[in-house]
């Protein structure tokens, strides 16, 4: 399993906007795609120097065949709409991650 990580830091002054258009229609589209099977939203708990508010969104793939296709067909087109919409009010950088193991506490 892959897991594509994006983190945002998003303005205050965009952060209500940018929430609702994130949760209502960005992560559906890229779950359209279908690349990934399912995504994650978390907020980071850390506070920022630089201010706004951070989030986690973790995208979960099959394999990495699955997310190199995502970066080839549709990672710039998805990516064009939040620039245009919230330009300088949000930073992003990504991470993919390799599942190597789950671990379950309590026999889980």
């Known amino acids: 399993m892959i ?3 994006v983190t945002i830091n998003i303005d205050e002054s965009a952060h209500d906007q940018w929430l609702n258009w994130l949760q209502t229609k ?4 890229v ?3 279908g690349c990934f099977y399912k995504a994650k939203l978390s907020k980071v ?7 706004g508010t951070t989030y986690s969104v973790q995208y979960f793939a099959e394999s990495n065949e699955k997310l190199q296709d995502y970066y ?9 709409e939040g620039m ?4 300088d009010k949000m930073l ?5 991650l390799e599942v190597i193991n789950e671990f379950y506490g309590n026999g889980n």
């Open 31 to 33: 779950l359209a795609t």
């Open 45 to 51: 708990l850390v506070e920022e120097e630089m201010g």
């Open 26 to 29: 960005h992560i559906d589209e």
């Open 3 to 5: 897991i594509y990580n």
């Open 92 to 96: 992003a950088f990504r991470t993919e």
């Open 72 to 80: 080839k067909t549709y990672a710039a087109k998805l990516r064009e």
């Open 84 to 87: 245009r919409l919230f330009g």
